[in-house]
């Protein structure tokens, strides 16, 4: 049978809608007996547990006040120890603070990720009076972090389409070589801008190409996909 308000299929033990509450049978007439369709009480949550994040955190904490401990007993000072403490803060973005979110959003922190290797590059620079953080790293961190977060983006958010985002970004990294091969030439002065740069240019362009002819011509696509059962 059916409740009489929302349509919902019922049991003919029910007492009641489920879904909308409305009473099945009259309370004067006899209800047959039988087992509900639906639970009466939704299923317990589990609780989920955080000792994995805060074991983590404990071990990250306790390695860089060992490394700084040691480093300031030996220099007095923070020389190398600094390197290691940015590379542990820099694995523990990456690795360890997603997981206190039930639901991490990756397009919220693959940028995060892109931010803090900016950071730790920046701290390097200034460190060690390099002088090409602005030049060369914030340049290809930033244009590397945009390309990833948009693809990220448009996997998450974008149905369908992978091998027209996936084409896209193949030719937009290799375009990028060219601009990496350029800022390497203005920062470090390593001659000859039209080099190496192509190669992995052509390759990559080959290799969005195919991805968007794959993508626009349907029986190309289906004839890979029948040729490796995919």
């Known amino acids: 049978m059916y409740c009489i308000n929302c349509g919902v299929k019922l049991a003919d ?25 639906y639970p ?3 299923p317990a949550v589990k609780k989920r547990s955080l000792f994995p994040q805060i074991f983590a955190t404990v071990a990250f904490v306790m390695t860089i006040l060992i490394v700084f401990l ?14 290691v ?25 693959v940028p995060c990720d892109f931010v803090a290797i900016g950071l730790y590059l920046l701290y390097i620079d200034l460190f060690t009076h390099g002088h090409w953080f602005l030049s060369f790293a914030f340049p290809v961190v930033g244009g590397i972090g945009l390309i990833v977060t948009a693809v990220v983006t ?4 974008v149905h369908g389409g992978k091998l027209y985002i996936f084409g896209g970004a193949s030719i937009l990294l290799g375009a990028f070589m060219l601009l990496l091969e350029f800022l390497l030439d203005l920062t470090f002065d390593v001659s000859g801008f039209i080099g190496w740069s192509l ?11 195919m991805l968007l002819y794959l993508a ?6 289906e004839a890979i996909e029948r040729k490796f059962f995919i």
């Not at 029910?14 to 049978?25: A, M, N, S």
């Not at 190669?199 to 190409?209: D, F, K, Q, R």
Request: with cysteine; proline share 10%; hydrophobic share 40%.
């Open 13 to 37: 033990s029910e007492k009641e809608c489920p879904l909308c509450h409305t009473r099945v049978f009259h309370p004067d007439l006899m209800r047959p007996e039988g087992e509900p369709l």
């Open 216 to 221: 626009i011509w349907r029986p190309a696509r």
């Open 154 to 157: 448009l996997l998450r958010y």
């Open 40 to 42: 009466n009480k939704a």
């Open 199 to 209: 190669y992995p240019l052509t390759v990559l362009v080959t290799i969005g190409g």
């Open 70 to 83: 040691c480093d300031w007993q030996l220099n007095h000072t923070v020389s190398w120890s600094g390197y």
């Open 85 to 109: 403490m940015g590379a542990l803060l820099l694995t523990y973005v990456m690795l360890v603070l997603p997981f206190w979110f039930r639901r991490p959003n990756p397009v919220i922190f």
